[in-house]
């Protein structure tokens, strides 16, 4: 049996009707490459056969009544792989529109908890011999980084399936649950006995963060902070429904960007968001005066716990310079605020010993979130942030899934306290494929702000090319499905 994190057990509790907690991937892979055919029956037995390689799978998680203290993991002893794995198809002609409302709906509803967290849907039907592999799994119990790395695990470096040389250990089917009574005794003694000294620690810590912090704030830069987004149309509390879309440009433009303009790849992907939100805004008449600020995850993960499950996230935020028109002036300006952002995160993160879900009951974290949603706080308080911008580092080779080749993988992130847009970046083969998540009963018409990608690249193209004085080169936008 294995306690949830402080972290962790705040994705679990802090789940409402309208906030679902999990996380998603849309693999779309290339059926017609596969050498002996693409068939739904192959795929299901290659993910039954490393059901052993990834422990998460098959965790269950046991509650703690009253919510007095974390919950924690067990083996789950009876699998059922059918319940997990499910197959759908879309109607013709099984284009992006087509996949986008098809993964829209599956993503609008929530996993069961009464068994492990997670689903794998295979999306037949697509256009040009094509089929997507929709991956559903509970934030507790991946973050991005780890995420990915899940997806890997499913994955072949070649057309002809592995064989997985990892068998179910024996201790699976000894487990046992604990009862109500026994985890409801071990919860409060442990809840009476470390929370007072998790208090007294997270006061100190908070106290010396404020003192390492000010330097940050006192410099020349600015600093990019919560709770100072302007509210646009994003900043609305979803509902259950949510709508997926999807984009793709070249790694390669973009690092072309990059160099000219002596940044970081993250900086021209969020140029990218930038220009596509300012697009769009703009469009509705209602870009604000103030830029708005992007909620950029960030991954506390060194070395030592790349490998290690559950969460490992931090938060920074940065300017999307929404306000400036000029595309090249307005990447330089998300170039200074990331590097204040990352100055801040460093200075934080000298005094972290732990976060404020370590200190709090999941039970009053449960209460806090359905207050919040209940009297409608999203609209009443200033927005965290206007948006969450992810970019999550891929495979750069090519892979192969039940013998289809791999042509692109797209992220999708939850919906959460007032922000109902979340655009997660995955860098995979020499792409950059940008995954879109969004309520459309709060954010209409998602897919304008997809398509409006390529033309933010575009954009910072032509100012790169007037920076250099060389002319603008083509470039490719590779097709998502047909």
């Given at each position: 049996m294995r306690k949830l994190s402080g972290q962790d057990a705040a994705f679990l509790y802090g789940e409402t009707h309208n906030w679902h907690f999990h996380v998603s991937g849309l693999m779309i892979v290339d059926a017609a490459s596969a050498p002996d055919g693409w068939t739904f029956e192959k795929f299901r037995e290659i993910l039954i056969s490393r059901l052993p390689e990834v422990p998460q799978l098959r965790w269950r998680y046991v509650d703690v009544p009253f919510g007095i203290d974390r919950p924690s993991w067990i083996e789950d002893r009876d699998i059922d792989p059918d319940f997990h794995i499910r197959r759908v198809a879309v109607p013709s002609p099984g284009g992006t529109r087509e996949l986008g409302e098809a993964v829209g709906r599956i993503v609008s509803y929530k996993l069961d908890r009464s068994r492990p967290l997670w689903e794998a849907w295979c999306i037949e039907g697509l256009e040009g011999g094509r089929v997507a592999i929709l991956q559903k799994m509970h934030h507790a119990i991946i973050d991005g980084v780890s995420g990915a790395g899940l997806a890997e695990v499913l994955l072949d470096l070649e057309p002809t399936?592995?064989?997985?040389?990892?068998?179910?250990?024996?201790?699976?089917?000894?487990?046992?649950?604990?009862?109500?009574?026994?985890?409801?005794?071990?919860?409060?003694?442990?809840?009476?006995?470390?929370?007072?000294?998790?208090?007294?620690?997270?006061?100190?810590?908070?106290?010396?963060?404020?003192?390492?912090?000010?330097?940050?704030?006192?410099?020349?830069?600015?600093?990019?902070?919560?709770?100072?987004?302007?509210r646009t149309v994003f900043n609305s509390d979803p509902t259950a429904r949510r709508e997926f879309a999807m984009s793709c440009v070249e790694f390669e433009r973009i690092r072309t960007v990059k160099d000219v303009f002596g940044v970081k790849v993250n900086d021209v992907v969020l140029a990218l968001v930038a220009g596509a939100l300012r697009s769009y805004l703009l469009d509705r008449d209602e870009l604000p005066d103030a830029t708005l600020i992007a909620s950029c995850p960030v991954s506390l993960r060194g070395e030592s716990d790349h490998a290690e499950v559950g969460n490992h996230v931090g938060n920074m935020f940065a300017s999307l310079a929404t306000d400036i028109e000029d595309p090249g002036e307005r990447l330089m300006t998300i170039h200074e605020s990331t590097k204040s952002a990352k100055e801040m995160h460093r200075a934080l993160a000298a005094h972290q010993i732990m976060g404020l879900t370590e200190t709090t009951p999941p039970g009053l974290i449960a209460l806090a979130a359905r207050m919040y949603t209940s009297v409608g706080l999203a609209t009443r308080t200033p927005p965290a942030a206007s948006v969450v911008v992810s970019n999550v580092p891929g495979p750069p080779i090519p892979l192969y899934l039940a013998g289809g080749r791999l042509d692109a993988l797209y992220p999708m992130g939850p919906l959460l306290m007032g922000m109902s847009l979340n655009i997660t970046a995955l860098s995979i083969m020499g792409d950059v494929n940008f995954g879109f998540m969004s309520c459309p009963d709060v954010v209409p018409n998602l897919q304008s702000i997809a398509d409006a990608v390529p033309m933010a690249l575009a954009d910072l193209e032509a100012a790169a090319a007037r920076k250099t004085g060389a002319a603008k080169a083509p470039g490719r936008n590779r097709p998502t499905v047909d």
């Open positions: 399936p592995r064989v997985s040389s990892v068998e179910m250990r024996e201790e699976i089917l000894t487990d046992r649950t604990p009862s109500e009574m026994e985890m409801f005794l071990r919860g409060a003694l442990h809840s009476t006995v470390r929370t007072p000294f998790r208090v007294m620690r997270f006061a100190r810590q908070s106290v010396r963060q404020a003192i390492s912090a000010a330097p940050v704030l006192r410099g020349e830069r600015p600093v990019s902070l919560p709770l100072t987004a302007p």
